[in-house]
């Protein structure tokens, strides 16, 4: 068994301070989210208050976007400051000081950080939301970032969409350590062992970088590797379709399938059906796989990063599923 696999580089994560680590909401508050603990042994954590960065203090009145045609404007009702300039200067600036980030967790509906959900009003003063959008510091993130492991807190209370993030944002640092590496071999490795992974998020990803790799004398690696690198980031853009990771399940069931009693694939066919109704994550899944090629000794599927994508103690097969799903 090919032990580095378990062996993760520590991802470079953005977070927003007031989740779990200074009481520098509005009101005073700290948001309680517990797997900023449990990512805590695992990432470097860079933390960040807009809000706090472009003056304003704790305790503080409420900001809102106030839409302006096409634009979103960044106000306070209370005092009637614009600070959408000064955010917008701060979104453009925080970000050219990362070095080698991997991903952000930010705070969910806030007017500087929300991802997308964050309601936009038609006037200072007015209770009707016209729109949602991004926070204005939020849309600086994607705008340069959108590509790496980019959630708020409240998406990440689902399963799927929180196995997702951890499997880019480590799959990513990863892959940034290869990057730094140089190392031809190195980046043939690591698409190896991320293919079944890659197949399960997009086929025709897949092919495209494995000739990539497979081809690494028509260009310097450092070229070779940025063509990967963005490729692969886009095969990761968005969670996986259930179908295609059914397919993928199924493709590695059938190396043991013959090798089965009848009580093992009919566990294995009632726990795919409930990953199919989205009643368990597809680590529940993985993990029943990975004992089975353990036990029959399959090198080839140890392998592969879809049985251990983030570190295991992260993976919580009981999690019900609750969550905001909604895209952003």
């Given at each position: 068994m090919n032990?580095?696999?378990?062996q993760f580089p520590r991802p470079v994560l953005?977070?927003?301070?007031c989740l779990e680590l200074e009481p520098c909401r509005y009101d005073g508050g700290i948001i309680r989210f517990e797997l900023i603990h449990a990512l805590a042994p695992h990432v470097e954590?860079?933390?960040v208050c807009?809000?706090?960065?472009?003056?304003?203090?704790v305790p503080r009145d409420p900001i809102r976007l106030v839409a302006s045609g096409d634009r979103n404007l960044l106000l306070q009702p209370s005092t009637g400051r614009d600070l959408t300039v000064d955010m917008e200067v701060f979104g453009e600036q925080f970000p050219g000081s990362l070095n080698g980030v991997d991903g952000f967790i930010l705070k969910s509906?806030?007017?500087s950080c929300g991802t997308g959900n964050v309601k936009v009003f038609d006037a200072?003063?007015?209770k009707a939301a016209v729109r949602r959008a991004p926070g204005i510091f939020a849309a600086s993130v994607l705008n340069r970032y959108g590509h790496l492991a980019v959630e708020d807190e409240g998406r990440l209370r689902n399963h799927r969409i929180r196995?997702?993030?951890l499997t880019k944002l480590f799959a990513l640092a990863r892959l940034r350590e290869v990057g730094a590496s140089g190392k031809m071999a190195r980046l043939v490795r690591f698409h190896a062992m991320y293919k079944f992974l890659l197949l399960a998020y997009d086929e025709r990803a897949l092919r495209s970088l494995g000739w990539t790799v497979a081809n690494p004398a028509r260009a310097p690696f450092e070229t070779v590797f940025a063509e990967y690198r963005d490729g692969f980031a886009r095969a990761l853009a968005e969670t996986p379709r259930y179908k295609s990771v059914i397919n993928v399940f199924q493709h590695v069931y059938g190396f043991f399938r013959k090798q089965l009693n009848r009580s093992e694939r009919e566990h294995f066919a009632q726990q795919l059906e409930r990953y199919r109704e989205g009643q368990v994550p597809a680590v529940a899944i993985t993990m029943v796989l990975q004992s089975w090629a353990v036990r029959f000794g399959t090198v080839y599927i140890l392998d592969q990063a879809l049985f251990a994508p983030f570190p295991r103690e992260l993976a919580s097969p009981a999690d019900s599923g609750k969550g905001r799903a909604a895209g952003r």
């Open positions: 032990r580095s696999r378990s953005v977070l927003s301070q954590y860079r933390p807009p809000e706090l960065e472009v003056g304003l203090g509906r806030s007017p200072m003063d007015s196995e997702h993030f």
